[in-house]
C-alpha cells in the first residue's frame, strides 16, 4: 500500500465507517419492512399473501424500500405519527444510499468537512434508526403471537456472542 493509500485510508475511516454503518441501517430498516408485510401476511391481512412476502424476504422477489411502505399502507391503516417517522426514514435512506458520498466527495479533502459529513450521516442514520426502534415493539409482539418466536430474545442472543468475540 502506498502513502497515499495509507492516508486515505487513516483519514476516511471515519466518514466511512459511519456511510458502513448507516448502510447497514438503511438495509435493517427494509427488512424490518419486509418482515411486517409478513407477519401481517400470516395474521391474514387481505390482499397480503405468505409467498409475496415470502419472496420479497428472501429477496426473490425486489421490492424497494419504498415500495415496501407503500405495500404496507396500502393493506394496513397507518397512523399518521408512524407515516411521518417511515417517510422521514426513507428519504435519510434514500439520501444516504443513492448519492451522499458522490455528491459530497469534494468535502473529503478538508478534515473539517470529514467531522461535518460524519454528523450529518450520524443524524440521517438518527432518523433511519428512530423509525426502526419505533416499529421494533410491534415486530416483537406480531412474531411472538403469530410465530410464537421470541425475536427479542434472539437479539439479546445475537448481541452476547457479538459481545463474546471480543473476549477471545
Do not use: C, W
Amino acid at each position: 500500500m502506498d502513502e497515499f493509500e495509507k492516508k486515505k485510508k487513516e483519514h476516511l475511516n471515519p466518514v466511512l465507517f459511519e456511510a458502513g454503518a448507516g448502510l447497514l441501517d438503511s438495509q435493517s430498516f427494509e427488512y424490518q419492512i419486509a418482515y411486517l408485510l409478513y407477519l401481517f401476511a400470516k395474521l391474514g391481512v387481505e390482499g397480503l399473501t405468505l409467498t409475496k412476502t415470502t419472496a420479497i424476504l428472501d429477496d426473490n422477489e425486489k421490492k424497494t424500500a419504498g415500495q415496501l411502505i407503500g405495500l404496507l399502507k396500502k393493506h394496513i391503516d397507518v397512523d399518521s405519527a408512524a407515516e411521518q417517522k417511515l417517510a422521514k426514514a426513507l428519504k435519510a435512506r434514500n439520501k444516504l444510499v443513492h448519492r451522499f458520498l458522490i455528491d459530497n466527495i469534494e468535502r473529503f479533502v478538508d478534515a473539517h468537512e470529514r467531522t461535518l459529513l460524519v454528523k450529518e450521516i450520524r443524524e440521517l442514520r438518527g432518523q433511519i434508526r428512530a423509525s426502526i426502534k419505533s416499529l421494533d415493539p410491534l415486530i416483537i409482539l406480531l412474531s411472538k403471537y403469530v410465530e410464537n418466536e421470541p425475536v427479542d430474545i434472539y437479539l439479546k442472543e445475537a448481541k452476547g456472542a457479538f459481545m463474546l468475540s471480543f473476549e477471545a
